[in-house]
């Protein structure tokens, strides 16, 4: 009989969470009605309370104008990030008020991952642990 396939160690079987990345990433994205470019920046966003678009240009290697058209506005539009802080906001705590002296042209706006971004994250991972 002609095998298709064998594993490295047939009495030891590891986990490879990443051997349905590509499946997993591509039913995630249909689910939330984003691309799959746009999912990768959400994984990245996950573990910050909040990033400005220069911050996430220079860590992610993506130029920030591409970066701001194809991944921020979208995701924007569909409540998947949303301002953390804003310019024109009135501010009742201290941590907000920090961000205040932000004045004029060097005013950068701080964007963070909303529940929906954070459950279609948590959904991509879970799925990528189980292998499903």
Known sequence: MFREFLYKDINVKRENI???????????????????????????AYDLVFF???????????????????????LLKKDLI????????TYKTFEAARFREDGGHKYRVRFALSKRGVMAVERFYFLLGNGV
Do not use: C
């Open 18 to 44: 990443l051997k349905y990345y590509g499946r997993i990433r591509k039913q995630v994205a249909k689910e939330n009605k984003v691309t799959g470019a746009q999912l990768d920046f959400m994984v990245w």
């Open 52 to 74: 400005t678009r220069v911050h996430a240009s220079k860590d992610t290697g993506i130029n920030d104008r591409n970066m701001y058209v194809r991944l921020l506005y979208p």
């Open 82 to 89: 949303y301002h953390h802080f804003h310019r024109f906001e």
